[in-house]
């Protein structure tokens, strides 16, 4: 018989919900696996056994599509009671009173947290090395990172640790982790979450989503981030395009794939063109080509888009709507600040001094570069991107005392994600592609592609994500470290 970690947690819902599987049973098989392996992978920032396992047994009759299941809460995000340190010393010893909506919606959802994933410093890095902890490292080779900013929650699910995790994305942060470590992941549309939809952040740019290694994991854990009503509706206090549509939507588009052709675009398009100095590496394309080789040889219509012109505004509007988020971290005793690391100390400084006029001139031009986007995206059902330029980044790669450079560097490596969160559009992570094994990585090195969609169109990229793998079998690779 396989063993707990081994099953999709599609699978687990499903046997806890018919009594065959107790969560407390569940819970204690992943609190061992993380015994066993977090100090290797430093996935967990925090772990809460007691918590969990009072959780398990208090959870009733079964209620909630995701009843019984472990995860753990990104730390970021707040939980009542649970020490928050978004990857900062500045912030060691802060716990909340309150949890943030999107735990407090996972909980409905039936969870049971397990405790906190790994994050950058305030979620500012695609890359998760902090002072405050070890490295999250990247399963499939530890001497490389799991990329950021929910590089704990990627490590962790790789590793077996979770089975799904959740996390939020603000330039990348959920697509550059499931692509570095060989998993799903899902940046929803901007507005589809009640909460954690980005309507709430400057730009709208931070919105969550799921990580998981099965592309129907993925949409089983989206499903848990949607509350519903007693009917099934998913009220949507704040959202600006889409309603959610039936429950189990998500989930079917994954378990029945087959549906009418699509026409499918594929671009090497980046928004950071002209500003940093852009090159696809070799195994980033030979990800994408894999990708449209594969839709093509499904029956779908895959058509090169042809050569989008970038926006000179883009990259400067960018970096003064990064910098002006930045300034808004609660923190003023200098003596704090002084905790922080260079990039995010550098990136509030910079933000503090940033006029409001230009504040107000990049919103509109990043506005402006949505229009444009969506407007492209949406002249096909779908369009398909590289994940990264590269491969994943070893440690250390980044350059911890020059925030130029190592801003620099993010661009360069994960040129392809913060355009879509710009545009608000949803965008998926699949795992398509493995480099030759090596000493450091004899399962090779995961390059994931993403599949852009129009707004509000998970299910269709949930529906091309299930086909590619229905024919690349990536569900079925296991890390080194497994």
């Known amino acids: 018989m396989a063993a707990l970690h081994e099953h999709t947690a599609v699978h687990l819902v499903a046997e806890l919900r018919a009594g065959d599987l107790d969560p407390t049973e569940l819970t204690e098989h992943f609190l061992a696996r993380i015994d066993a392996l977090n100090d290797r992978v430093g996935a967990m920032a925090t772990v809460t056994p007691d918590l969990a396992r009072e959780r398990a047994a208090s959870l009733g009759a079964p ?239 895959v058509v090169d888009v042809g050569h989008w012109e970038p926006d000179p505004a883009y990259a400067p509007a960018f970096r003064t709507l990064w910098m002006a988020g930045a300034s808004a971290v609660p923190l003023d005793d200098p003596a704090a600040l002084d905790l922080l690391e260079p990039l995010t100390r550098w990136l509030i400084g910079v933000g503090r001094q940033v006029p409001a006029r230009q504040v107000v001139e990049a919103v509109t031009a990043l506005a402006g570069f949505e229009r444009t986007m969506v407007e492209r995206v949406s002249a096909y059902d779908a369009v398909l991107l590289p994940g990264m330029a590269m491969t994943p980044r070893p440690i250390g790669w980044y350059d911890a005392e020059d925030p130029e450079r190592n801003f620099a560097q993010q661009c360069e490596y994960t040129p392809y994600t913060s355009m879509i969160n710009v545009a608000g559009l949803p965008a998926l992570a699949a795992p398509v592609y493995w480099t030759s094994p090596t000493a450091d990585a004899p399962g090779g090195l995961p390059m994931g592609v993403q599949l852009v969609g129009q707004p509000g169109g998970e299910r269709t990229l949930l529906r091309l994500s299930a086909e590619l793998e229905d024919v690349l079998r990536w569900g079925e690779r296991r890390a080194p470290v497994w």
């Not at 472990?70 to 500045?90: E, M």
């Not at 995790?165 to 470590?181: K, Q």
């Not at 079917?252 to 500003?275: C, D, K, M, N, Y």
């Not at 070799?282 to 093509?296: I, P, S, V």
């Open 63 to 301: 209620e909630g599509v995701l009843w019984g299941l472990p995860t753990a809460d990104k730390d970021l995000s707040n939980r009542a009671g649970v020490p928050t340190g978004y990857g900062s010393r500045a912030f060691t010893g802060f716990v909340p009173e309150t949890s943030d909506d999107i735990v407090r919606v996972l909980d409905a959802s039936g969870i049971v947290s397990l405790g906190k994933t790994a994050a950058p410093e305030l979620g500012f890095p695609s890359y998760t090395e902090t002072l405050v902890g070890p490295p999250a490292r990247n399963p499939w080779d530890l001497t490389r990172g799991a990329g950021g900013s929910s590089g704990g929650a990627a490590a962790a699910v790789a590793s077996g640790m979770l089975p799904v995790a959740p996390g939020s994305d603000g330039g990348g942060s959920i697509r550059i982790p499931a692509a570095a470590c060989g998993l799903v992941g899902l940046k929803t549309t901007r507005g589809l979450l009640p909460a954690g939809g980005g309507v709430e952040s400057l730009g709208g740019l931070v919105t969550h989503g799921p990580i998981a290694r099965t592309t129907a994991d993925a949409a089983l854990l989206l499903e848990g981030m949607l509350p519903r009503d007693p009917g099934g509706a998913v009220p949507h206090p704040r959202t600006l395009r889409t309603a959610a549509g039936p429950a189990g939507s998500y989930l079917a588009a994954t378990q029945h794939p087959e549906g009418p052709r699509l026409r499918i675009g594929v671009s090497t398009f980046s928004a950071w063109e002209g500003a940093y100095d852009i090159r696809l590496g070799d195994e980033a394309r030979a990800a994408l080509d894999l990708a449209a080789d594969t839709l093509t040889d499904l029956g779908h219509q």
